[in-house]
């Protein structure tokens, strides 16, 4: 069964420059997450979504960021513009409905280095 | 707010040894708690877990035990492999209407043959 896949696996852009990270999370998982983790530290929440609906964005920084998750499967993270602080691994999960944050499936992360 | 507070890294030991990452919590109410592995090249993965005081959650060798008297969760094993090699992480799951997981920082845990 494959996990939850992210793409691209890495990217680099200049400051100012738009930046879009595509999840496709496990099949019937209802709920989808997306976490940012800075360097040497731990991943913190972005956004939640259950099924097509982001039910907790209190820690998306609105101003630059945006998400998307049509027809309740796959998700898209954009950023625009990006800035320097933005550098970070970008990690998205998934589970089902009412298994609980603590049972997602990870996948491997984009990593955003902004130049 | 919740936290999570580990022990800093990094951590190298020699093959056999006994490990010990401290993780100790501040949260409202009782969450659950979680030890993730992050392998070299590849995503989180769930090592264990436990969901109410004194529970112990345990995988591969690894252990940790939900002292909530001293709000700890700290993760051992007996006999560390070089496939430990990783970095640790320890997490709750917050309570109430925002469902996420808050993590540690992390620590990096190399083991020399």
């Known amino acids: 069964e494959a996990g939850v896949v992210q793409s691209p696996r890495y990217k680099i852009i200049e400051k100012k420059q738009p930046v879009a990270f595509w999840c496709n999370p496990i099949?019937?998982?209802?709920?989808l997450y997306w976490y940012r983790q800075n360097l040497g530290q731990g991943p913190e929440l972005l956004i939640r979504?259950?099924?097509?609906?982001?039910?907790?964005d209190s820690q998306l920084p609105k101003d630059r960021f945006s998400a998307e998750r049509l027809k309740g499967v796959d998700s898209t993270l954009k950023i625009q513009p990006a800035e320097l602080g933005d550098s970070a691994v970008y990690l998205c999960?998934?589970?089902?409905?009412?298994?609980?944050?603590?049972?997602?499936?990870f996948g491997q992360g984009t990593r955003l280095t902004v130049v | 707010g919740d936290s999570v507070t580990q022990m800093e890294g990094p951590v190298t030991l020699s093959e056999e040894a006994f490990l010990t990452i401290n993780c100790t919590y501040t949260?409202?109410?009782?969450?659950?708690l979680f030890w993730y592995v992050q392998y070299p090249g590849e995503g989180l993965q769930l090592l264990l877990k436990?969901?109410?005081?004194?529970d112990k959650g345990s995988n591969k060798g690894f252990e940790a035990t939900y002292r909530k008297e001293t709000t700890s969760f700290h993760l051992e094993k007996g006999s560390v492999q070089v496939s430990d090699s990783a970095v640790y992480f320890c997490?709750?799951?917050?309570?109430?209407?925002?469902?996420?997981?808050?993590f540690g920082k992390g620590t990096k845990l190399t083991v020399n043959p």
């Open positions: 099949s019937g998982h209802n709920t």
């Open positions: 999960a998934s589970s089902f409905q009412g298994q609980g944050a603590g049972m997602a499936f």
């Open positions: 949260a409202t109410g009782y969450p659950s």
């Open positions: 997490a709750l799951r917050t309570q109430g209407g925002s469902e996420k997981l808050v």
């Open positions: 436990a969901t109410k005081a004194d």
């Open positions: 979504y259950e099924n097509e609906e982001a039910v907790d």
